[in-house]
Nanobody, 123 residues
């Protein structure tokens, strides 16, 4: 099994930054594609960013591209989401996800999920 634990969420003003972390309790962290998804109240969970097994390729949704950066440190079994220039519409619960499929934006491509961490951006 893969256990994912997110941290770093909180309240920030528009234009500010947050850095989310997700640490995995797994022996072979480097074998997993990692992704970040978010879900706002009353809305479906949507893709934000993903990174491949070795961190050489990344993929972002249009809504976060240029503002968010996903990275990973396989030695620490951790994936990060650096969020800059935050907007109120970024407010959501952010979920870390792990999968053993190719880099993608579909939730079906990820088999393990964290508990979520709340990000609230005030205007």
């Amino acid at each position: 099994q893969v256990q994912l634990v997110e941290s770093g969420g909180g309240l920030v003003q528009a234009g500010g930054s947050l850095r989310l972390s997700c640490t995995a309790s797994v022996r072979t962290f480097s074998s997993y594609t990692m992704g970040w998804f978010r879900q706002a109240p009353g809305k479906e969970r949507e893709f934000a960013a993903a990174i491949d097994w070795i961190g050489s390729s990344t993929y972002y949704s249009d809504s976060v591209k240029g503002r968010f950066t996903i990275s990973r440190d396989n030695d620490k079994n951790t994936v990060y989401l650096q969020m800059n220039s935050l907007k109120p519409e970024d407010t959501a619960v952010y979920y870390c996800a792990a999968g053993q499929r190719l880099l993608g934006r579909e939730t079906s491509g990820y088999e393990y999920w964290g508990q979520g961490t709340q990000v609230t951006v005030s205007s």
